[in-house]
């Protein structure tokens, strides 16, 4: 068997190429597909399937535009109301691959169409390979609450999963390696892994959502403090069940002069200015009313969360050769309303005299130091409810980046405030956004909680509701 997992970091999504005999598959594929042509060509392979486990929310497949450059059939649930040419399939329908066989199991609950993909090498003793999608995570399992349609509420989808892991996946040989669809970071699990793949006795012993528990108590469990859903997501559902069009088709993104820029933001109240600098670099100085989402952290997906799908964005880089990066990992999340760039860079933007912003950046301990001279001082935690719960800076409220500009009221304005996550990339999106929404005296925590607990400075936890020393 051939068989090679494509992680894609800014997305925390994971895609196979998978072959025997000349023949091969693509299992969940990303929006730029070139990679798993050339792959196959380079091991003599075919691609003659292409499987999607169900209809992605948190990024848009390159399913449609792979079966064209391929004639590859693509395969996908009965369940899925696919919009493209298809095969359907269904619990047990088996697909022959050389060597391999590739049997499916319907496995409902994240999604009603979501399918899992066991493959198995004919006459071999080797472990079976399964291939998750979005059912059974490295750590977690899928969220219930992605569907957004009348009749499939989370706590219905939460019993279809718990359904679907004890009769079809548990009852599997402990030794069964597993491949999910994603990693550590997805908006489609709450406490996903950094392993990129496990076996089901591993998982038994240590998934939270596979210890012994009644589906009563699964379902209150997987139901309960779920994370808001991404706006993008219904958005990148809409694109996948229609099949995305082919990335060629994108429009090109114009060379802006400063003089360019700053026109066309005073004109269009519908522009964004997404900066994707270091939040150093975006600290230092930037455009008034600029987003900051790094390029080298989860661009896509949060570029996702923050911003809106109607907007066109002008893109600030730390170089002008990042730019079809940058419009590509914007694709992937379906944002394809790029219309230029700031050529030059902020360089650019100085020498042409023009206004800037700024975001004061402070280690760890000056953050202690302030704590402890300025009782007025507010501490912002934009991570997650369960990371925020698991260990923060005294003093911290907790909002995530994701509800952050639906919650603004809750921030309050003239108080200086220092911004934290886990490491000082999102702290770095939120301070951008607070400032763009008139939040003045704002800073940012270099390091964030992981440098915060380096440091040994005191940490509360609300499991113990105690502070303590790390």
């Known amino acids: 068997m051939f068989f090679k997992q494509f992680y894609l970091g800014c997305l925390a999504h994971a895609s ?191 998934n939270y959502a596979l210890q012994p528990m009644s589906k009563e108590e699964f379902v209150t469990m997987l139901t309960a403090e779920l994370a808001e859903v991404p706006a993008y997501f219904s958005r990148a559902v809409a694109a996948n069940r229609a099949g995305a069009a082919s990335l060629s088709g994108l429009s090109q993104v114009s060379k802006l002069s400063p003089a360019q820029v700053k026109s066309q933001q005073e004109n269009e109240p519908n522009l964004i200015i997404l900066d994707t600098r270091s939040a150093k670099e975006f600290g230092i100085g930037h455009i008034p009313g600029a987003y900051n989402v790094g390029l080298e952290g989860q661009f896509a997906s949060w570029c996702g969360t923050v911003l809106g799908a109607d907007h066109a964005i002008i893109l600030v880089l730390s170089e002008d050769s990042q730019v079809d990066e940058a419009v590509l990992r914007l694709a992937r999340a379906g944002l394809e309303n790029v219309c230029g760039y700031l050529a030059g860079g902020m360089e650019a933007w100085h020498a042409a005299g023009l206004e800037t912003e700024s975001i004061e950046q402070i280690t760890v301990q000056e953050l202690s130091d302030l704590l402890d001279n300025d009782p007025h001082l507010k501490v912002l935690d934009v991570r997650r ?86």
């Not at 449609?64 to 619990?91: M, N, Q, W, Y």
């Not at 003239?414 to 934290?420: E, M, Y």
Request: aromatic share 6%; hydrophobic share 35%; proline share 4%.
């Open 16 to 206: 196979y190429l998978i072959g025997s005999k000349g023949k091969a598959c693509v299992v969940d594929p990303q929006r730029d597909v070139a990679q798993y042509i050339e792959e196959a060509e380079k091991h003599g392979l075919k691609i003659e399937y292409i499987f999607e486990t169900h209809v992605h929310a948190d990024f848009v497949s390159g399913h449609k535009e792979l079966a064209e450059l391929t004639g590859a059939i693509i395969l996908c649930s009965d369940k899925a109301e696919a919009g493209f040419d298809h095969r359907p399939v269904v619990d047990g329908s088996v697909i022959e691959l050389g060597d391999l066989t590739v049997n499916v199991l319907a496995t409902p609950g994240h999604t009603p169409d979501s399918i899992c993909l066991l493959l198995q090498e004919k006459d071999s003793d080797a472990p079976m390979k399964l291939l998750t999608g979005d059912t059974l995570f490295i750590g977690d399992v899928g969220r219930p609450d992605l569907v957004g349609k009348s009749g499939y509420g989370p706590a219905d989808m939460a019993a279809l999963l718990y359904d679907s892991l004890h009769q079809k996946i548990l009852s599997l040989p402990d030794q069964t390696e597993v491949y999910p669809a994603h990693g550590a970071g997805s908006m489609c699990g709450k406490n996903i892994s950094s392993d990129k793949s496990s076996t089901i006795g591993a998982q038994k012993k240590f």
């Open 385 to 470: 409810a369960a990371e925020y719960e698991s260990g923060h800076v005294p003093r911290a409220k907790n909002i995530s980046l994701s509800e952050l500009e639906s919650r603004l009221e809750a921030v309050e304005t003239g108080v200086k405030t220092a911004v934290i996550c886990a490491a000082g990339y999102r702290s770095s999106m939120a301070t951008s956004l607070l400032q763009r929404h008139g939040r003045e005296q704002l800073l940012n925590v270099i390091g964030g909680t992981q440098a915060w607990q380096k440091a040994n400075l005191p940490v509360k936890s609300e499991t113990t509701n105690k502070s303590c020393s790390t």
